[in-house]
């Protein structure tokens, strides 16, 4: 398959891919468009050196470029896939050499701050900037971990806003789907606040969950705890700077969560079986919905 | 392997096993039996009828007794898989003929009121008690889900106190052992405390997180809500007993739990990334060790 059809790109043959971040997202998506797509040369940069060589050595990428402009340069299409605090100055470096037509597009779990940060520091307001959540990835990181089976199947919100040229939104929703993932539209404001509830706030509590073990709880635990916390192992300072981009929705869903598991603590001590059980029934409800749409 | 060694069971051959509650974890018990444990008839009852022939169809025992006390009274050891609201039933029905050497043990998630329920209603103070907590499960229930390969390689916690036989435990131990289960052990309260804070907290927390979501945040949600949120599936009425039982350590495990949320909470507003970004490697740190047990 190649995603850039000639309806709306009629004279490249082969598309230019650059990918400028290769840790797991970045790179699971270079070994996902190697597996996938046909007729597409795949540019890669990362500011780490181990990075560059590891790409180069294993293939991963087509050519390793020496800076991110050079590699945003020459592309059709770039996926910004740094952590959201390299996202500033990666824009700063592409940007003056940037072809009117170069599609760019990002992977960060949050989306108000880089569409805003797009339409200020990418030419033409950021009209050919489409925000993009692939919503794959692991508790693992690095491109060590990269890994083309994690993407397949997942979803992908997509957070255009009034002033995206609508072929630019067209193109990154056919490359989503080139290797193997949904495309979901979205506002980036209302991206923020589901995925506070979806996904931050299961990170932030599972983080927790395990920080307040000990080595006795730890020694006699099973699988639940296991499975639980399993996100707890994820990247500090990659999600300290999610929660804190999304400070106001996710410290939100935190007070509430705070607030139930007070509640339920009440319950319990006061013996309220009946409350204690409709509070279990609610979670379990909710659970076989989500079951159900798997 | 046979459990009963002549050292401490010089006259029986074949070992006669009463499993009372065929659900999931008696259920599973049976299966793993079966399929390592040689010279031992199974002798099996539930309450329901259902459970009661899928047994008997499906030989996951030897023998559906009609009774409790009819199960139990041929019996050299008897494990009572029932949830813990029914234990007190069974122990008033098996008392009655209750053999002096039988050796009785149990399954339950809390250990306190149990082992006290024993020295209470069974022969000689309970002395051939010996509680036990086989750290399997899943969050399904129901003899149809039982399955042998839950059991092998998990740790079991046995309780007994000073008034338990000494051969009672080595008995309970061996049994546990012969089915790949790793006894450990433990006083009931030691038990409990440390059980609410590594298995009844993140069974709490992963239920009340899951209803915690909305149809628009499970739409878009991934793996991660998905793992975190598995042991919110399980049955409300069993987990509502448990919490219960064990009120004044899951409340404290709670509280504790609804406190560092909120200030997790503050910490974000106030855009403390440091702080952040600590109590984030603390849950990290405990995974990493977590991590290096299994």
Redesign the interface.
């Given at each position: 398959m190649c995603f850039f059809t000639h309806q709306y790109y009629r004279t490249v043959q082969t598309t230019r891919l650059s990918i400028i971040g290769l840790g797991l997202i970045g790179g699971s998506i270079a070994l996902a468009v190697r597996r996938s797509v046909k007729h597409c040369k795949i540019y890669g940069y990362d500011k780490s050196l181990l990075a560059r060589s590891r790409a180069r050595r294993e293939k991963i990428v087509d050519h390793v470029a020496s800076s991110a402009g050079h590699c945003a340069s020459q592309a059709d299409l770039i996926v910004i896939a740094t952590p959201l605090g390299a996202a500033r100055s990666i824009f700063e470096a592409i940007a003056p050499d940037l072809p009117d037509e170069t599609v760019v597009t990002d992977v960060c779990s949050t989306k108000r701050s880089i569409v805003d940060m797009a339409s200020a520091l990418l030419p033409n307001r950021g009209r050919r900037f489409v925000g993009s959540h692939p919503?794959?990835?692991s508790e693992r990181s690095g491109i060590a971990a990269a890994d083309s089976a994690l993407v397949a199947g997942?979803?992908c919100?997509l957070t255009p806003t009034r002033q995206t040229d609508a072929s630019a939104v067209r193109m990154v929703k056919a490359f989503w789907r080139s290797i193997g993932l949904n495309p979901?539209l979205?506002s980036p404001g209302e991206?923020d606040r589901?995925?506070a509830?979806?996904?931050h706030?299961?990170?932030?509590?599972?983080?927790?969950?395990?920080?307040?073990?000990?080595?006795?709880?730890?020694?006699?635990?099973?699988?639940?705890?296991?499975?639980?916390?399993?996100?707890?192992?994820?990247n500090?300072?990659l999600?300290?700077e999610i929660?804190?981009d999304n400070?106001?929705h996710?410290?939100?869903?935190?007070?509430?969560?705070?607030?139930?598991?007070?509640r339920?603590?009440?319950m319990?001590?006061a013996?309220d079986?009946a409350g204690?059980?409709r509070?279990?029934?609610?979670?379990?409800?909710?659970?076989?919905?989500?079951?159900s749409?798997?």
């Open positions: 919503m794959f990835g997942c979803r919100i979901v979205m991206h589901v995925l509830k979806a996904s706030l299961p990170q932030a509590l599972a983080t927790l969950l395990m920080s307040q073990q000990t080595s006795a709880s730890m020694k006699v635990s099973g699988k639940g705890l296991f499975d639980t916390t399993r996100l707890a192992g994820s500090p300072h999600w300290a929660l804190l400070a106001e996710i410290a939100a869903e935190l007070r509430r969560s705070a607030k139930q598991t007070a339920l603590a009440d319990i001590r013996g079986e204690v059980r509070s279990l029934q609610a979670g379990r409800k909710n659970r076989a919905r989500l079951e749409r798997v």
